[in-house]
């Protein structure tokens, strides 16, 4: 077999491996690691490589943003904002139609700005929310679908761990690729309240009602985010301003959401080893699926696949747009079986090079932060989409009484909701850009 052959035949026996529940990034690292054998007639090189990609892939100073959200989402849940920001939303909203899952979904991206984390986001407000939408009369069904469609926007909303891999991996601007992702994140919760609004008129009993609350009492819950506004603002703002970078920024958030857990006695010795230890956990297991992809990735660059695939796909003469709707549908199909990081590092070396080679009318950059953005809410859609929707089973076993089946009918909707703003993203991608273009 010639490098090229063996560089495709490794795609099925990787998936073979993944269906076999090998975790994704040994099975990247073994599968790597036969066909440099293979390629090279030896081990060597193979050995050689994987000395080389684990010191170029671990030395790189940007990755030190990944523990940094990760312990800053940590001690914001310490501190109580996840609890203070689902309040506000629901003194505001909690007393219309679908008022507290809203509310859920509000409280989700406002939690999602000050921790990067899909997951973490769905379950640490799947703690506080569930309870409530359980106490005003929610469907399981329906409360599970709306907390995990509200988790998604962990990673859309900046900051982003997903959208720091996807910059390393395409060598971009991570405060560039921050800042078109705003629009879009807004965009997700306003059209998941739409959603939330629409169901629950189809389906009046889905949703309680709940009585509303005086005014002096919703000003006094929004005053309790103070802590979070002002860590976005210190986060975001001092990136923006220039008076630190992205990673620095990250370091002086977790700085900042640690000093309030302290003052607000959510941090003690126990917690903070806890918080320590959870974050060192989360770090290795995304640390060794990205060592994983760049020696699979390294291997693929060996054999030439992406560098072939790039001029097959260039050689048929269809439209960039042609091609970019099916890299979604590709996706799409994808986020039913894999988790979103492992799709980004699989995939992202493959299909980058495609889109860089075809013409949008755009600069490389923008071409480069409009699909990453595009991506990752594609990614997102994977993950509430059945069967294998990691946020789907993280809400969902949190409250087993729910059946999965009834969460799964009720985030189709959802699903639909994430469909139609990729297309409208695609069709216009000035919505994603013109916070890049103003600024920059």
């Known amino acids: 077999m010639s490098s090229l052959e063996i560089g495709i035949a490794s795609f099925p026996v990787l998936m073979g491996l993944i269906f076999l529940r090998v975790p994704i990034g040994l099975a990247m690292f073994l599968v790597a690691l036969g066909g440099l054998y293979m390629v090279t007639d030896g081990m060597t090189v193979a050995l050689s490589r994987l000395k080389n990609e684990t010191y170029s892939t671990?030395?790189?100073?940007?990755?030190?943003?990944?523990?940094?959200?990760?312990?800053?989402?940590?001690?914001?849940?310490?501190?109580?904002?996840?609890?203070?920001?689902?309040?506000?939303?629901?003194?505001f909203l909690g007393h219309r139609k679908g008022g507290v899952a809203m509310a859920s979904v509000g409280a989700c991206a406002g939690f999602g700005?000050?921790?990067?984390?899909?997951?973490?986001?769905?379950?640490?407000?799947?703690?506080?929310?569930?309870?409530?939408?359980?106490?005003?009369?929610?469907?399981?069904?329906?409360?599970?679908?709306?907390?995990?469609?509200?988790?998604?926007?962990?990673?859309?909303?900046?900051?982003?761990?997903?959208l720091v891999i996807y910059a390393i991996l395409t060598e971009q601007n991570i405060a560039k690729l921050f800042l078109s992702a705003f629009i879009?994140?807004?965009?997700?919760?306003?059209?998941?309240?739409?959603?939330?609004?629409?169901?629950?008129?189809?389906?009046?009993?889905?949703?309680?009602?709940?009585?509303?609350?005086?005014?002096?009492?919703?000003?006094?819950?929004?005053?309790?985010?103070?802590?979070?506004?002002?860590?976005?603002?210190?986060v975001v703002g001092g990136i923006y301003m220039g008076w630190f970078t992205p990673t620095e920024g990250a370091a002086v958030g977790?700085?900042?959401?640690?000093?309030?857990?302290?003052?607000?006695?959510?941090?003690?010795?126990?917690?903070?080893?806890?918080?320590?230890?959870?974050?060192?956990?989360?770090?290795a297991m995304i640390f060794f699926i990205v060592l994983g992809a760049a020696f699979y990735n390294g291997f693929l660059a060996l054999t030439q696949v992406p560098q072939e695939l790039s001029e097959w796909v260039v050689s048929l003469g269809l439209s960039p747009w042609s091609v970019l709707v099916c890299i979604l549908v590709l996706y799409l199909i994808f986020g039913c079986l894999m988790d979103s990081l492992s799709m980004i590092l699989l995939t992202i070396p493959i299909f980058f090079p495609i889109i860089s080679q075809l013409d949008f009318g755009m600069t490389a950059e923008e071409v480069a932060i409009w699909f990453g953005i595009i991506v990752l809410i594609?990614?997102?859609?994977?993950?509430?989409?059945?069967?294998?929707?990691?946020?789907?089973?993280?809400?969902?076993?949190?409250?087993?009484?729910?059946?999965?089946?009834?969460?799964?009918?009720?985030v189709l909707p959802f699903v639909a909701s994430d469909i139609v703003r990729v297309a409208i993203l695609v069709a216009f991608p000035g919505i994603t850009l013109v916070l890049l273009r103003a600024l920059y």
């Open 58 to 91: 671990f030395s790189s100073y940007s990755l030190s943003i990944v523990p940094m959200f990760l312990l800053m989402g940590h001690f914001a849940t310490l501190g109580g904002m996840s609890t203070a920001l689902f309040k506000a939303a629901e003194a």
């Open 113 to 162: 700005a000050i921790c990067g984390s899909s997951l973490a986001t769905a379950a640490t407000m799947s703690q506080v929310a569930l309870p409530e939408l359980k106490r005003y009369g929610y469907s399981g069904g329906f409360s599970t679908a709306t907390l995990a469609a509200g988790g998604t926007l962990g990673i859309l909303i900046p900051p982003s761990v997903i």
């Open 184 to 234: 879009p994140g807004i965009l997700a919760a306003v059209g998941y309240m739409i959603t939330i609004a629409i169901y629950v008129r189809l389906k009046p009993d889905a949703a309680g009602l709940r009585a509303p609350i005086p005014m002096a009492e919703r000003l006094r819950a929004l005053v309790d985010v103070w802590p979070v506004l002002l860590v976005f603002l210190l």
């Open 254 to 283: 977790a700085a900042g959401t640690g000093l309030i857990a302290l003052l607000n006695r959510g941090l003690n010795r126990h917690t903070l080893v806890e918080a320590f230890y959870s974050t060192a956990r989360n770090s």
């Open 378 to 410: 594609v990614v997102e859609v994977g993950l509430i989409t059945p069967p294998v929707g990691m946020n789907l089973f993280v809400i969902n076993s949190m409250d087993p009484k729910t059946r999965m089946i009834e969460t799964y009918k009720a």
